[in-house]
């Protein structure tokens, strides 16, 4: 069965640009969370989706940062515009959902660059 | 805020066990202790979680104080693969919040 996958990997760009990360989650699982890590930091929470519903997106910054998982399948996450402390690895991840105890399944990351 | 404390780091000879310990004083009846580690360059990955009794599988086990406020992640031989910053959350509902986490050198 496949993973949570992301994309792109990586991505440079210039700021003030716009940049939009993609997420397909594990099939079947309701819950999709939005991560950021910066280096030698854990991960922070952006937004977290049960199905459709975006129910806790209060570390979004919304004034340049949002998100949307139309159908309650796959998510993407966009940045317009990028600044320079936007540098950072973007994760993705997906549950189950519904409990306490299901685990949290992480793609890869999309590490972004912002000159 | 971080609802948990852990080491910045700690370090731990190759095929000695390891104890990596966790404090929150502030966990509620509901809150679940969940482990999670990090490899370098790749996302974290699920190690083990409890709510009350000490639990056991096949990464790890986890030692849960009897009032709940601490708990110990215990890797019983640690291998160099096992390297890694290990993160305890508490998580009630769905909600998965990561601190610091402990980072682990293993030397040969």
């Known amino acids: 069965e496949a993973g949570v996958v992301q994309s792109p990997r990586y991505k440079i760009i210039e700021k003030k640009q716009p940049v939009a990360f993609w997420c397909n989650p594990i099939?079947?699982?309701?819950?999709l969370y939005w991560y950021l890590q910066n280096l030698g930091q854990g991960p922070e929470l952006l937004i977290r989706y049960e199905n459709e519903e975006a129910v806790d997106d209060s570390q979004l910054p919304k004034d340049r940062f949002s998100a949307e998982r139309l159908k309650g399948v796959d998510s993407t996450l966009k940045i317009q515009p990028a600044e320079l402390g936007d540098s950072a690895v973007y994760l993705c991840a997906s549950s189950p959902g519904g409990q306490n105890t299901g685990e949290l399944f992480f793609g890869e990351g999309s590490r972004l660059t912002v000159l | 805020d971080a609802k948990t404390t852990q080491p910045n780091s700690m370090e731990s000879n190759e095929e000695e066990p390891v104890h990596l310990p966790c404090n929150h004083s502030t966990i509620s009846g509901t809150d679940y202790i969940h482990w999670y580690r990090q490899l370098p360059s790749q996302g974290p990955e699920y190690v083990i979680h409890?709510?009350?009794s000490n639990v056991n599988n096949r990464m790890a086990s986890l030692a849960i104080a009897e009032d709940r406020k601490s708990s110990t992640l215990i890797l019983h031989r640690a291998t160099l693969r096992d390297a890694a910053v290990y993160y305890c959350i508490l998580r009630w509902n769905n909600d998965m919040r990561f601190g610091a986490g402990t980072r682990l050198t293993v030397k040969p």
């Open positions: 099939s079947g699982h309701n819950t």
């Open positions: 409890g709510l009350t």
